[in-house]
């Protein structure tokens, strides 16, 4: 195990939060070979469209060719490095390099495969026609999955099956994107992406979505105000029971609830926009008619190793931590609605959304104001040799019924935090994939 890392016990050093060579490492050893989420489908609708995105510190164009094959294409020209791409989001056939003016197709008759360099200004006069062109394409990622509209992304070509890698977890990533009505997939990202930058380190935040109900406290001023849709007391409404349910071996978890089999009766959520309360009223009852007696789960907050976290409910969105440095990372913030919702219905979680999440957000700022304090108190010589605290709930978590692979704790503990860190070791100190996998979650799902 890591030197620095004692889950057992839980103690973690201050060190993997701030040490400038851990943090390098991890670029090698985590972001090179995890599973990245780095966009949703939505985004990238058209052929020819695109997006920038990031994978660790890596730009990223995601894009979608002529054949409507979604492709993830590093930033970076072949010649001298300079970013293809300096914009957010658009259409192109073509990437021209702004440096030198090479080009890369995305898009066409004459591209065979996205990211082909199908342009070299003094092809015949400077390189003599020698320049061998098929060999200098941009460079794409080893693998890619799409999950009911998320994209994902992977630099190792040896890498896990995506459903291996997420194992149990994706009930509850389900959803998180399924339509409320129950039916599969469907959500959209509403709106672009937020980007913003705050000074921590990217595993504070991946570890506070992983479950962290403890921190309840410091939300009281924003509950005290009430931004919940409904108007009443609170930043949520109809807030469920929830348990800590962690993914041992996967790294992965949440707060949701265990599987069960029906639907709890409807709660008002909306009751500021009678619209869209009717709205969602209409859709609880095709939820209980669509879901029947099928076993269910529901997650109101949860992170999938490493650095991408979701809220499921309220609000409902993607959350991903992009190292920048190791006390500085940049957020960014995708929202979902179901596609098919009407405007009205749209509207309303917009506002919802970006009064409770986003930069300006009141409950994300009251998250950031803790990280970004923790880290700058933890970055001293002195605070520095000192641990944090995870034993909370330690000794205590219990396998969740009729979900292989998952152990329960809580509602407080910081048993995910543990099985967080217990995983960011391994990788940090196993350097093939040999032994990286457990062998439980699709293999003992599929043998239901
Ligand atoms: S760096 Fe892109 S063409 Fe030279
Ligand atoms: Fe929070």
């Not at 103690?11 to 949703?40: C, K, M």
């Not at 039916?183 to 980007?195: M, P, Y």
Request: glycine share 12%.
């Amino acid at each position: 195990m890591h030197p620095l890392v004692d889950a057992e016990n839980g103690t973690i050093s201050r060190e993997i939060f701030v040490n400038p060579d851990i943090y390098a490492e991890e670029q090698e050893r985590i972001f090179a070979r995890s599973w990245l989420f780095v966009g949703h489908e939505s985004l990238i609708a058209k052929p020819g469209d695109y997006i920038t995105s990031r994978m660790g510190e890596e730009s990223v164009v995601v894009t979608r060719g002529r054949q409507g094959g979604v492709h993830v294409l590093l930033n970076s020209c072949m010649h001298r490095g300079m970013k293809v791409c300096r914009y957010d989001q658009g259409n192109t056939r073509l990437f021209t390099c702004p440096y030198h003016g090479w080009s890369y197709g995305i898009d066409g008759k004459l591209v065979e495969r996205p990211g082909q360099l199908v342009g070299v200004p003094g092809f015949e006069q400077h390189y003599h026609g020698e320049l061998d062109r098929t060999a200098w394409g941009l460079r794409h990622v080893g693998r890619i999955a799409l999950y009911k509209g998320t994209i994902w992304a992977n630099w190792d070509a040896d890498a896990p099956d995506f459903l291996d890698w997420l194992g149990g977890m994706r009930a509850f990533l389900d959803f998180a994107l399924d339509h409320r009505d129950g039916s599969e997939g469907s959500s959209e990202a509403i709106g672009g992406i937020q980007k913003w930058r705050l000074n921590t380190n990217w595993k504070i935040v991946a570890e506070n979505f992983i479950g962290d109900l403890y921190h309840d406290i410091s939300h009281r001023s924003v509950d005290l105000v009430g931004i919940g849709p409904s108007g009443g007391k609170g930043r949520r409404d109809a807030q469920r029971p929830r348990m800590q349910i962690g993914f041992p071996g996967l790294g992965h978890g949440g707060l949701g609830e265990t599987p069960h089999n029906s639907e709890p009766d409807y709660a008002p959520a909306w009751a500021l926009y009678p619209e869209v309360e009717a709205y969602y009223r209409e859709l609880h009852e095709k939820r209980v008619r669509n879901l029947g007696d099928r076993p269910r789960v529901t997650m109101s907050v949860g992170t999938i190793f490493p650095n991408m976290s979701f809220h499921g409910r309220q609000p409902r969105t993607i959350l991903m931590a992009h190292p920048c440095g190791p006390t500085q990372t940049e957020m960014w913030r995708i929202y979902l609605v179901d596609a098919d919702a009407p405007e009205a219905v749209k509207d309303a979680a917009r506002h919802y959304y970006l009064r409770y999440s986003g930069p300006a957000g009141m409950t994300e700022q009251d998250d950031m104001e803790n990280w970004t304090y923790a880290t700058e108190a933890s970055k001293g010589v002195i605070a520095r040799r000192l641990h944090y605290n995870y034993q909370m709930g330690l000794g205590h978590a219990r396998p969740v019924p009729g979900l292989p692979g998952a152990v329960q704790n809580g509602p407080m503990a910081e048993e995910n935090q543990r099985i967080f860190y217990n995983r960011w070791a391994q990788f940090m100190t196993q350097a093939g994939w040999d032994g990286l996998m457990p062998t439980t979650a699709r293999a003992l799902e599929d043998a239901d």
